[in-house]
């Protein structure tokens, strides 16, 4: 496999294949093809051939993809077959609601820990994971090898903190704050803004209307 040429573009789009393959997996569906799936993900067949030619494949003339095997290939391609040991950092209201999804685990994400300044929320527990002082947090994240750590802090307070995380030894940020981080090239950044997803829904909500005056 050769992921360094993967775009980006294709990479956004492998957990969107990995969800409704899960789905099929789940309704007992072994084989489907590309026609098949691009009805039911609204995508053209073509892309959906392209994207997965990027993996070799996968698919065979005649007999579409096996659905098992795909959502098992996607999975390895996207890293879920093996287990990210993951921290909290902020558990406020949006550390806390994330803390109290439980499919990350289904995913292999291990939740390990949440962090926070606030004396207050000390030993108090997140469906059973703790939420720590940041004075612990070197140590932690040594001995539990934490790999990704979600920021849910002010955006004042987050630089700071990511670089923080980066020197001992975190990989990725998974960042909520609303603020580029401008991390070392090394170190995998992916920002979530719920705001910018509910801007692009007024855009098409206006665009709509405009087009159906
Ligand atoms: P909150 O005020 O409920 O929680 C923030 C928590 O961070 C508090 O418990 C506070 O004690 C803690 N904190 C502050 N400085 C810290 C530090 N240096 N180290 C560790 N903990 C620290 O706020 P909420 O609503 O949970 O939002 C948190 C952040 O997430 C904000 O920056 C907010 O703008 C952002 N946010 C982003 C969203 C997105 O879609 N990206 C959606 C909602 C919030």
């Known amino acids: ?24 997996l789940e309704n007992n569906v ?11 993900m609204k995508v053209t067949a ?18 579409g993809y096996n659905v098992k095997y795909l959502y ?19 558990a406020g209201n949006l550390g806390q609601a994330l803390a109290n999804y439980a499919a990350f685990e289904k995913r292999g994400f291990q939740l390990k820990g949440l962090f926070d300044i606030n004396p207050e929320l000390e030993g108090k527990k997140i469906r059973g994971v703790p939420i720590c ?10 001995d539990n090898r934490v790999e990704i750590a979600a920021l849910t802090i002010p955006k004042e307070q ?17 960042n909520f704050a609303h603020v580029d981080l401008n991390l070392p090239a090394n170190i995998i950044v992916e920002n979530v803004h719920l705001s910018e997803s ?8 206006c665009r709509y209307k405009e087009e159906h005056k």
């Open 198 to 205: 509910l801007m692009r829904l007024s855009y098409n909500i």
């Open 1 to 24: 496999m050769r992921d360094g040429e993967i775009s980006q573009a294709v990479v956004r789009r492998l957990p969107r294949y990995y969800r409704y393959l899960g789905e099929l």
């Open 133 to 142: 002082m940041m004075s612990e947090l070197k140590g932690f994240i040594q």
């Open 72 to 90: 098992t290939e996607i999975g390895k391609i996207l890293g879920l077959e093996e287990d990210h040991s993951m921290i909290i950092i902020g």
């Open 30 to 40: 072994e084989r489907i093809s590309s026609g098949d799936l691009s009805k039911r």
């Open 158 to 174: 987050a630089v700071k903190v990511a670089n923080m995380l980066v020197d001992n030894g975190v990989r990725g940020i998974w």
């Open 46 to 63: 073509s892309q959906i051939r392209q994207d997965l030619n990027n993996f070799g494949g996968f698919g065979q003339q005649g007999y």
